[in-house]
């Protein structure tokens, strides 16, 4: 089956602006995780879905950012008055069940390189 | 928080060789260790993983140790192949707690044929 996929590919905005970012994860997942990688860096870990609802959300920087899962599958990362801070390519990754589930293995999706000039 | 350390940032090798990376990680309570390996431009990708009841796990050619008293693992790459040169990642989470994965800073593996 397919993997996880990332709309889109390549984001550039203006410094202000508002974005938002969408993963569709693996059919039938339920746990879904969204992460950003600066240049050089780990994937910094943002916001964390079981379900519909956000788990674990203490990575989220600040209120400008805000992630939804509404029906249990895709998941968009919203972020407002953009920075230029901001930029990193954001990961998403989903797993059938998550740690606690037993099924822990995270399937990442290709990323969301934002450039925020 | 938890925190992981990577050494080194930067590896070369002769093709044949082998290639070990080092990872400390800070929360003892953490359990769950994978191990992700990053193209140019590409996503991470699961190669190997262990939990906390494990001293070691092996894949073939990749091998990852386990030292819960010293919180610290390594993973074992033997008779490297060109195609290994990447970006590989250590990570450590708390199997229920957060789910969150910590990861390192990686290391930038490059095997010269």
């Known amino acids: 089956g397919a993997g996880v996929s990332q709309t889109p590919s390549n984001k550039v905005t203006e410094k202000g602006k508002y974005v938002e970012l969408r993963c569709d994860p693996i059919s039938g997942h339920t746990a879904l995780y969204w992460y950003r990688q600066s240049l050089g860096q780990g994937p910094e870990f943002l916001i964390y879905?079981?379900?519909?609802?956000?788990?674990?959300d203490s990575g989220l920087p600040n209120d400008r950012f805000f992630a939804v899962r509404p029906e249990g599958s895709v998941s968009t990362l919203k972020i407002q008055r953009t920075e230029r801070g901001d930029s990193a390519v954001y990961l998403c990754?989903?797993?059938?069940?998550?740690?606690?589930?037993?099924?822990?293995?995270?399937?990442f999706g290709p990323g969301t390189r934002l450039t925020v000039l | 928080g938890e925190n992981v350390e990577q050494h080194p940032s930067t590896l070369s090798v002769q093709e044949g060789d082998s290639a070990v990376i080092k990872c400390t990680y800070s929360?003892?309570?953490?359990?769950?260790f994978p191990w992700y390996k990053q193209e140019l431009g590409k996503r991470p990708q699961l190669i190997i993983d262990i939990r906390s009841n494990v001293g070691e796990k092996k894949d073939q050619r990749i091998a990852v140790t386990l030292n819960k008293t010293a919180k610290h693992f390594s993973l074992h790459i033997t008779e490297t192949q060109p195609e290994d040169s990447a970006v590989y990642f250590c990570?450590?989470?708390?199997?229920?707690?957060?789910?969150?994965?910590?990861f390192g800073k990686g290391m930038k593996l490059t095997v010269n044929p």
């Open positions: 929360d003892s309570a953490s359990n769950y």
């Open positions: 990570a450590a989470s708390i199997e229920g707690g957060s789910e969150k994965l910590v």
């Open positions: 990754a989903s797993s059938l069940t998550g740690l606690a589930g037993g099924q822990a293995e995270q399937f």
């Open positions: 879905f079981q379900g519909t609802g956000a788990a674990d």
